[in-house]
């Protein structure tokens, strides 16, 4: 498991269906079935946070919404200095960036706009799986080595979704 949890940082963004089998429930999961699904494969994490029974967003601003509600209760958990509180939202975020460049096509983006979505989101998949990563392995996870990464990301995702509401307003 370690090893698999190790390949997961690694990979490249398209591949990170990985991130269904490292701590939730099946790919593609409806959120239904989810209880049900394989026992976690922990050591001594506290689990619960899962958002399972959450519905996927539907859109591009639903989507990065979503990366927001996780992204505040990481970082909150590491500023608490709760640790295990932050590990089952970094185990749904990763699902939630994961469907950003999804959510983003059919959201009439420009080539620009497409590619920061693609870059933000890789950098915080990479961030959050390395703070996984420590957790798992038994390190300190350092959440402010990553925090500038995060921040940007998250700030850069924010700056596309401003962008198609004044796209409406127009
Ligand atoms: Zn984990």
Known sequence: ???????WVG?????????????????????KSAKQAAPHDHEGH???GHDHDQAQPA????????????Y???RDAFRANEVDKAHGPLHTVGQRIEALPKLAAT???????L????????????????IDDALHTGKQADYAAAA????????????VVDGMAKKTEE
Do not use: N, W
């Open 11 to 31: 990979y490249s963004f398209g591949m990170l269906l990985a991130v269904a089998l490292l701590g939730c429930g099946p790919a593609g999961d409806d959120g």
């Open 115 to 130: 590619a920061t979505v693609k870059a933000a989101s890789a950098a915080m998949f990479e961030a959050y799986g390395e």
């Open 148 to 159: 500038d990464t995060l921040d940007k990301g998250m700030a850069d995702l924010q700056s």
């Open 107 to 113: 959201a009439e983006l420009g080539e620009q706009e």
């Open 1 to 7: 498991m370690l090893k698999l949890l190790r390949d």
């Open 72 to 74: 505040e209760a990481i």
């Open 46 to 48: 506290d689990h619960e």
């Open 59 to 70: 859109d591009f601003p639903a989507g990065v919404a979503a990366v927001r509600q996780h």
